[in-house]
């Protein structure tokens, strides 16, 4: 998803839905570590093309307090997002992955 400057309003997003089998990907760390890592590639991607690009990464994964199957492992994800060079968020600050995403996956 790409947004313009503060304070200016809209923005463009480029999506690419795939479809995987679930049996490859039985549990759901394993998923959501899968659409992490793609994410990350699709932004060191955009990072070599766009330099001074601002990248800041949006995971479907709620906070460590929460206790649900994502707050588990947030940790994890943001570390490894971060790790590998690009600010992130997660929900309740994820805008992109809780309406952009989800108007696509449902």
């Known amino acids: 998803c790409l947004h313009g400057a503060n304070g200016q309003r809209g923005g463009k997003y480029f999506f690419r839905k795939v479809f995987l089998k679930k049996q490859n990907f039985p549990s759901l760390v394993q998923r959501i570590l899968r659409e992490v890592q793609d994410s990350i590639e699709i932004a060191l991607n955009i990072s070599e093309h766009f330099p001074t690009a601002k990248i800041e990464l949006h995971l479907d994964v ?8 994502t707050s588990k492992i947030s940790d994890m994800l943001t570390g490894y997002a971060k790790a590998s060079g690009f600010d992130c ?15 696509h996956s449902k």
């Open 62 to 69: 709620s906070p460590a307090h929460k206790g649900n199957g």
């Open 89 to 103: 968020k997660i929900k309740p600050d994820a805008w992109a992955s809780q309406s952009v995403a989800d108007k």
